[in-house]
């Protein structure tokens, strides 16, 4: 059997020797640096004969000798390792095994972009070895429990349950969409899930104020539902929650005119000076509401809960699947005449898909610049009627009141300078 059908050319060699040197430096070193000065271990030396080792066996591609090499350095660690009695577990031994690989990787001539790939694994690995105390502090000291259980549910959320969904309609003429409604309950937990650990860690006023920027960069809705959730929950708190609702919904305005003047530069243009001028608006409200939070210093801290709250989440899906089917049976009951009524209804459930629609009818002609200018308006004044109605469902009819009057003077200043622009 020959090990290898062609010669290995010189720059080949050179290139595989040089990574393997690197590869086994970076990772022996930190072995080095990382042993007490009575522990006995595999040394930088070790490594870096291992990952030549690795290297001459990608060079040669053979099966016979990268198996036999492999399994020597296993046995030789193994009795390394118990002839080390005062060594606890196998850190080291597994670094060196993926030190071999990483030298065969950086050497295979099968893959394209094998010795940069091994280069940026083998920087990763070492950092990833060099944080054992951070890593280990982080895990049993800074994580709960219960934080690391709602995690794995976060992701059974994303990766599990919604790709198992079906991606069309279901029902009659396809009038529910589960990936849809499941996405929005997606939306609403991560809003909750990720406002939580940026409260543990960037203390509450901050974390809040993030959560909000962050989910009303993603969907304003969720962000709304989720946090006004927060309100109700933590009553002592719901200045820094409203705050954040506030920062959320200002945020959208951009948003949606970035969108708008992506598709139709014209309608963009149009609606620019109102959208810009709701934007300062929620701003202005959100700084002087966070005044206010920042007034009461005898509020207390932010309670301990749970990062993931699936409840309040899945009870706004079932919310948001009532508002798309009366959606879906408005338009097909009003027809062509009707656009601008579908696309306010529409806008309740997603503002963003509501001005893309709009700008491909003006774009195209079908509908007047004005007339889709007043439609996006109307899909944005149409949200804000949901959005106060989640407030008022989540149990805070006061958090509801208020988001209603931030929302009367909000359109009310998009109106007056939309009609000082006509």
């Not at 899930?193 to 989910?215: D, N, Q, V």
């Not at 409203?242 to 609606?271: E, K, S, T, Y």
Request: with cysteine.
């Amino acid at each position: 059997m020959a090990i290898r059908e062609r010669p290995v050319q010189p720059q080949d060699l050179l290139r595989a020797t040089a990574v393997a040197l690197l590869i086994g430096f970076l990772i022996g070193a930190e072995r080095e640096f990382s042993r007490a000065e009575t522990e006995r271990q595999p040394g930088v030396r070790d490594f870096i004969l291992i990952a030549l080792t690795g290297s001459l066996c990608g060079l040669l591609e053979s099966l016979w000798l990268t198996v036999t090499a492999l399994a020597a350095i296993a046995v030789l660690l193994a009795v390394f390792h118990y002839q080390s009695p005062e060594r606890s577990g196998i850190t080291t031994e597994m670094a060196a095994v993926t030190t071999f690989c990483l030298g065969y990787l950086a050497s295979a001539p099968g893959v394209a972009f094998g010795p940069t790939l091994a280069v940026g694994l083998t920087v990763a690995i070492t950092m990833l070895l060099e944080a054992k105390r951070a890593l280990h502090h982080f895990i049993r000291q800074t994580i709960t429990e219960q934080e690391f259980t709602d995690t794995l549910r976060f992701l059974a959320l994303v990766f599990i349950i919604y790709p198992v969904l079906p991606a069309g309609g279901v029902g009659p003429e396809g009038v529910f969409v589960p990936r849809q409604v499941w996405l929005f309950v997606i939306l609403v937990s991560s809003v909750s899930f990720i406002g939580y650990f940026l409260e543990k860690f960037l203390g509450p006023r901050a974390g809040a104020r993030l959560a909000g920027l962050l989910g009303g960069l993603a969907s304003s809705t969720a962000a709304t539902a989720s946090l006004a959730r927060s309100c109700v929950e933590e009553p002592e708190n719901a200045s820094r929650y409203w705050q954040g609702i506030l920062l959320a919904n200002a945020v959208q305005f951009p948003r949606v005119l970035a969108i708008l003047g992506a598709v139709h530069p014209a309608l963009g243009q149009a609606l620019a000076a109102p959208l810009a001028t709701m934007t300062a608006v929620g701003l202005g409200l959100a700084y002087f509401t966070g005044r206010d939070a920042q007034a009461q210093t005898q509020r207390p801290a932010l309670r301990v809960r749970n990062p993931l709250r699936l409840g309040p989440a899945l009870r706004f899906g079932a919310l948001f699947a009532i508002i798309v089917l009366l959606e879906k049976v408005a338009a097909a009951a009003a027809g062509s005449a009707g656009v601008l009524a579908v696309s306010a209804l529409g806008g309740a459930v997603d503002v963003d898909a509501a001005a893309l629609s709009l700008s491909d009818l003006a774009k195209a002609g079908v509908l007047p610049v004005e007339a889709a200018a007043l439609g996006a308006l109307l899909a944005l004044a149409a949200n804000a009627v949901v959005k106060t109605a989640l407030a008022a469902q989540s149990g805070a009819p006061r958090l509801a009141r208020r988001l209603a009057g931030s929302f009367f003077a909000i359109f009310v200043a998009g109106a007056a300078a939309w009609g000082l622009g006509m």
